[in-house]
């Protein structure tokens, strides 16, 4: 069974440009997470999907950050424009369903503001 | 709020040690209790989990014991391997109906041969 996929694994950007992140969760899981991890850090919430509805986006810093997951699968994160506090590692996780304490997280993208 | 304490690292070890990385949590109610791990280059892995009080989660040689007494679900190994060198999150979930779950800093382990 394919795991959580993230694209891309690297990006380097200078800062006020856009950039977006994209996940592709496992086949079947209704519950997809964003996460942020500073370095030497754990993950951070940023907004949690149950289908195609974010229902906690609290964390989400919504001047520049949003999300989606128009048909309940894939979602794309973007960052417009892009801060140097920005540079973190973007993680993507999925579970089964909202009752699934278990989370599979994908490998991430490690993001570089210049 | 919730939140996670753990110990701080980087730990090295000898192959063939044992391992204790503490963890401590606040949480309100009855969380559940993970462990993470994150080998170079991959993503978070589940390690173990316990879902309530004395439970005690393993995999891989690992164990935790769910301790509400002490709020704590410390990591043990009683043999380390090189393979085993990795980054260690410890994390809760509060299960309110919220499943985010909330994270330690993570500790560094090292095992050299």
């Known amino acids: 069974e394919a795991g959580v996929v993230q694209s891309p694994r690297y990006k380097i950007i200078e800062k006020k440009q856009p950039v977006a992140f994209w996940c592709n969760p496992i086949?079947?899981?209704?519950?997809l997470y964003w996460y942020l991890q500073n370095l030497g850090q754990g993950p951070e919430l940023l907004i949690r999907?149950?289908?195609?509805?974010?229902?906690?986006d609290s964390q989400l810093p919504k001047d520049r950050f949003s999300a989606e997951r128009l048909k309940g699968v894939d979602s794309t994160l973007k960052i417009q424009p892009a801060e140097l506090g920005d540079s973190a590692v973007y993680l993507c996780?999925?579970?089964?369903?909202?009752?699934?304490?278990?989370?599979?997280f994908g490998p991430g993208t490690r993001l570089l503001v210049l | 709020g919730d939140s996670v304490t753990q110990m701080e690292g980087p730990v090295t070890l000898s192959e063939e040690a044992f391992l204790t990385i503490n963890c401590t949590y606040t949480?309100?109610?009855?969380?559940?209790l993970f462990w993470y791990v994150q080998y170079p280059g991959e993503g978070l892995q589940l390690l173990l989990k316990?879902?309530?009080?004395?439970d005690k989660g393993s995999n891989k040689g690992f164990e935790a014991t769910y301790r509400k007494e002490t709020t704590s679900f410390h990591l043990e190994k009683g043999s380390v391997q090189v393979s085993d060198s990795a980054v260690y999150f410890c994390?809760?979930?509060?299960?309110?109906?919220?499943?985010?779950?909330?994270f330690g800093t993570g500790t560094r382990l090292t095992i050299i041969p």
């Open positions: 996780a999925s579970s089964l369903d909202a009752a699934s304490e278990t989370q599979y």
């Open positions: 999907y149950e289908n195609e509805e974010a229902v906690d």
């Open positions: 316990a879902t309530k009080a004395d």
């Open positions: 086949s079947g899981h209704n519950t």
């Open positions: 949480a309100t109610g009855y969380p559940s």
């Open positions: 994390a809760l979930s509060a299960n309110f109906g919220n499943e985010k779950l909330t």
